[in-house]
């Protein structure tokens, strides 16, 4: 399976949507891809993350399709004995997740809420 569809699969199953729009979700996939082999030292390739870099890609990639297909905004709600109540920090702790798996291959140290570390 080439690192695209494996990214692909991981993503569509981090981003709880049942059924995500494909071509939207390998359109944030592939974003993802971009932004993460940017960061990476000059030393470092993705092959050299591993499966480090297609797990992180893939939660950065559901993280955005979260917050663009609307999860994000979504508070709670109820179908018949069914309810539904997301976390509200679920596409942020996409995010935290991805950057931890991806903090000895990137240039630059991690940042979060404001603070170089």
Same mark, same amino acid.
């Given at each position: 399976m080439a690192r695209a569809d494996e990214i692909y699969t991981l993503a569509? @199953?981090?981003?709880?949507? @049942?059924?995500?729009?494909?071509?939207?979700?390998?359109?944030?996939?592939?974003?993802?891809?971009?932004?993460?082999?940017?960061?990476?030292?000059?030393?470092?390739?993705?092959?050299?993350?591993?499966?480090?870099?297609?797990?992180?890609?893939?939660?950065?990639?559901a993280a955005n399709y979260r917050e663009t297909a609307g999860m994000g905004s979504v508070q709670a709600f109820r179908v018949g004995d069914v309810s539904v109540t997301p976390g509200a920090n679920s596409a942020r702790a996409l995010r935290i997740a991805a950057e931890r798996l991806m903090l000895p291959f990137l240039a630059g140290g991690l940042s979060c809420r404001g603070v170089i570390g």
């Open positions: 569509a @199953g981090f981003s709880a949507a @049942g059924a995500p729009d494909e071509a939207a979700l390998r359109a944030l996939c592939s974003a993802a891809e971009v932004e993460l082999t940017k960061r990476l030292r000059r030393d470092v390739t993705a092959e050299d993350c591993g499966a480090c870099y297609t797990c992180a890609a893939a939660m950065l990639a």
